[in-house]
Every structure is written in C-alpha cells, then in structure tokens.
C-alpha cells in the first residue's frame, strides 16, 4: 500500500491532543503543526482517521507541495495535476484558499486561478468544465500558501467533522464538538470518572463523553468526501465502517450529569441526547450552580460559564464568580473543575489557585481552558 500525505486540521491549541490521537489511529510520522496535525498513511488510514477522530476538524489529502516566490508556479503546479484521475466533469468543485505570512498580494486572484487550472484540464480532455458550487460542493479542494512554500490538497471529509449529523439544536454560544472533545481530553477525563457541567447549555460536553465512553465512533451517522472521490476502495471503507459498528455499545446510565438554571438550555440538552440516542446515560437536573450539592464524592467539573460581552453582563459576572470560587471550596473538595471561558478575569475573580491555563480558540474567540484542584480551605488566594 503506497503511503500519502496528510494534514488535518483542528481548533488551535489542540494540536498535541491531535497528533496524539492520530498515532493511536495508527497514523505515521505524526507531526503537530499550527492548528492541525500532518501524517502519513494509506487510504485506509485516511478513511478510519475521518470515522474515529474527534480532535480533526478535516482530513486533507496532500496532491502537491513545492516552493514558490509567485502565483505563476501555484497555478502551473494546480495543472499540472491528473484531476480526471480523481473526480468528473460532472461535479461540482470548489476552491477555498488559506495563508500565513504568504507574500502574495491576493488570495482570491490565487483562488481563481487554481480554480481555471482545474477547470481548463478538464476542458482539453472532454470540452466540458465543472461547475462551481461555493455551498455544497460534490469536491472541495483546499490549497494553502506560507511564506515560501504552497500545498494543494483534495478534502476526503465534506462537511466539517465536527458536524456529525445528530446535534439538533443549539445554545447561545454552541460549542463545536471537536473543540469539547478536545478540552475533556486536556482536563483528563475518562471514561468511568463522575462527570458534571453545571452551565450544561446544549449539552455539548455530555454527548461527548457518553458517545466516548460508549465506544461510538463519531462519524458513523453520516457521508464523507472521499465516498466521491476515485481510486478509494469503498469495499474497505465497509468492512471499516463495520467494524466500528460492532465496536460501538448500547446506552446505558453512567456518571454523567448536566445541570443548568435554565429550562430551555435543558431542553435542548435533552433533545440533543436523545437525537444521539443517548438520554439514558446523562442525568438532566435543573439546578442553579450555586445551590448544587456535587452528585459524587470527587469527579471533574468542566463548563464552559456564560461571559458577558456587555458592561451590565460583565458587572454581573464580577458578582457571580467569586460566589461560585465559595461553592468549590465549600462543597466540591476533590473534584477538579476546568472553565472553558474567554473572560480572562475568571482566575482573579474566583479566587482558587489554577493549577493550568492551557490557551484554546473557539473560532477566532482567544480563549482559556483553566482548570483547578478544588481542595478544601487549601487553596483559597487572599
């Protein structure tokens, strides 16, 4: 089996969470990079890594790499690739360009351009060009430009990875699924260990952990891009498919809890388990925070806390976070509670040491992942 390049990407600040999921996956010469992770490994690699990871936001098939100084020799490296050996005239493409400290004055003339090259190899070999369709496209093709070297990749995933076909509805700020998966992997959690989010919103957090602990691959309910592309044993892709199937356990009660002061929060929290078949492993209680006995002797706490963008939210929050610091120390001796938040006053406010500050982004959203060792009447800051 010949041996391709890949790059995956993943929200930043998961990256060695990533790679290492990738080894486990059985990739090779795995290697963390900026906002995603490269590895090699045969189709059947690709196709298992887009079915189990849930750190990935894409898996993209490298087609060609080189230096570069101009447009010119993106462009002439975009023709020069056998596309017909990939996809047909009949599907429609698009081209989605990404950079970092590239010299190139403009991406979307370098769009274009790969775009008319794809196009023009079609039309010398059967008089016809693709249609491009920017929304839904049958092929995606991604190209991506530093400031001395280009890439040009074919997209196996589609749709994101993070959209795994069972979340129906959304909190105020919805967490993508990639992103909670990463941070229960960086606050420790595993499958067995008492789990409670108290500000449960949609409930990103629980589906997370019960399809984990359940062993369901996250990509089983849904289609993939590779599944268009030619030269990829779809035979494989079954037995690989089954083999997940058979791997995955039915729902039973665990040690997952998800509270929220909010009855519409829980409701769509509710709704989203029971989309993932899921609602019998989660115990949903309508609970404010700070009036919460834990539901076990120790655990992890992980939450992502409401933060205010407004001054009146702000001020509210400032009032609010040193009461929750009081509840830890009071009543969750322990347990080990993580803050996914971009309000970086939650450590001073709170008033508890934070043994790590890991940096995460949601999106383009600087974030934190604080997480802290509740002890007892230990650990309180003056």
Not at 156 to 171: N, P
Not at 229 to 239: I, Q, V
Request: net charge positive.
């Amino acid at each position: 089996m010949p041996l391709h390049h890949f790059f995956a990407p993943c929200p930043r600040g998961l990256e060695t969470v990533l790679a290492d999921e990738l080894v486990a996956l059985g990739g090779q010469s795995v290697q963390a990079s900026d906002a995603g992770a490269t590895f090699q490994g045969d189709f059947g690699l690709a196709m298992r890594v887009n079915l189990e990871s849930r750190i990935a936001s894409r898996v993209l098939w490298q087609l060609a790499a080189g230096p570069y100084t101009g447009e010119q020799q993106v462009i002439e490296a975009a023709y020069r690739l056998p596309w017909s050996d990939w996809i047909t005239v009949e599907q429609t493409l698009m081209v989605d360009t990404n950079a970092h400290r590239c010299p190139l004055r403009s991406l979307d003339f370098v769009t274009l351009r790969i775009k008319d090259a794809v196009c023009d190899h079609f039309m010398e070999r059967c008089n016809r060009r693709p249609f491009v369709n920017t929304r839904q496209p049958d092929v995606r093709i991604h190209a991506f430009l530093n400031q001395d070297t280009y890439f040009l990749y074919l997209d196996t995933s589609g749709d994101a990875l993070f959209k795994r076909g069972s979340r129906l509805e959304s909190g105020e700020a919805p967490l993508k699924k990639n992103l909670a998966a990463g941070i229960l992997q960086l606050a420790g959690w595993q499958p067995g260990i008492p789990l409670l989010d108290p500000f449960c919103g949609a409930g990103t957090f629980l589906v997370e952990a019960a399809e984990r602990a359940l062993e369901r691959a996250p990509g089983l309910g849904r289609a993939f891009g590779f599944e268009r592309l030619a030269g990829w044993d779809l035979a494989e892709w079954e037995r690989i498919k089954a083999a997940a199937q058979a791997r995955a356990q039915v729902a039973r009660p665990m040690p997952i809890w998800g509270h929220d002061l909010k009855g519409d929060a829980l409701e769509a929290a509710r709704a989203n388990l029971a989309a993932a078949n899921l609602l019998e492993c989660v115990q949903l209680k309508q609970v404010n925070m700070l009036e919460s006995t834990p539901p076990a002797p120790s655990g992890l706490l992980v939450t992502n806390p409401p933060y205010g963008v407004r001054m009146g939210e702000q001020a509210e929050l400032a009032l609010l976070y040193p009461k929750l610091g009081d509840v830890l120390k009071q009543r969750y001796a322990g347990w080990t509670a993580g803050f996914f938040t971009a309000d970086m006053r939650l450590p001073k406010l709170i008033r508890l040491t934070t043994s790590r500050r890991i940096p995460l982004f949601n999106g383009a959203l600087e974030c934190r992942l604080f997480l802290i060792k509740v002890v007892a009447g230990s650990n309180r800051k003056p």
